[in-house]
């Protein structure tokens, strides 16, 4: 058993919370959202997937969903020299590391760390819960080019049979998607 006064038991305090939900762009308007009862499922907007491209009633169809609704973040406005960040790079940065640095921007205002407070940064942390890459999210990705790849066909003038038998061929190339694909690769800003 450790002792009180060991480094390894100092205790933690959470104190301030960063959130950002589908038609609440906080905690306060999550709240708001669920005090109201309002329904935050939409169709998929066209700024995130296209239906056209990935929607089958057939909940078989590999590669495809079967539903259009879902929650959705709405746009989130992004200032890359807030955070230090060239703007150049933003390209190659995954949407969930900026959405935790907005998010943990929001905790530590929350927790009243805003607007320039000094306070000591070496005892301070922000935990956020998103997963890392697995080694599956490569090839479980690549399938979903599958819109790209027919498009290119078609406009090469690939006849449709031709196009479905090299689009099968394609896919069966890559791991198929399952509901056992998600828990590891779905991440979670906190």
């Known amino acids: 058993m450790k002792a009180k006064n060991d480094a390894s038991c100092t205790p933690v305090a959470m104190i301030g919370i960063g959130a950002m939900f589908p038609r609440s762009p906080d905690l306060k308007g999550y709240w708001r959202l669920l005090?109201?009862?309002?329904?935050?499922?939409?169709?998929?907007?066209?700024?995130?997937?296209?239906?056209?491209?990935?929607?089958?009633?057939?909940?078989?169809?590999?590669?495809?969903?079967?539903?259009?609704?879902?929650?959705?973040?709405?746009?989130?406005?992004?200032?890359?020299?807030?955070?230090?960040?060239?703007?150049?790079?933003?390209?190659?940065?995954?949407t969930s590391q900026l959405l935790g640095l907005i998010t943990a921007k929001m905790a530590l205002q929350d927790a009243g760390y805003g607007d320039g407070k000094v306070f000591d940064r070496n005892r301070t942390s922000v935990i956020l819960g998103v997963t890392g890459?697995?080694?599956?999210?490569?090839?479980?990705?690549?399938?979903?080019?599958?819109?790209?790849?027919?498009?290119?066909?078609e406009e090469a003038g690939v006849s449709a049979e031709k196009t479905d038998a090299v689009m099968e061929k394609i896919a069966d190339s890559y791991v198929a998607w399952q509901e056992n694909s998600f828990p590891g690769l779905l991440g979670n800003v906190v």
């Open 35 to 94: 005090f109201r009862a309002e329904d935050a499922v939409t169709e998929v907007p066209e700024s995130h997937w296209s239906a056209k491209d990935y929607f089958d009633p057939d909940p078989k169809r590999q590669d495809h969903v079967y539903c259009s609704r879902g929650g959705f973040l709405s746009a989130v406005p992004f200032d890359p020299t807030e955070f230090g960040l060239p703007p150049a790079i933003l390209e190659a940065t995954d």
């Open 133 to 153: 890459t697995q080694e599956l999210v490569v090839p479980l990705g690549a399938r979903l080019g599958h819109p790209i790849w027919r498009r290119a066909l």
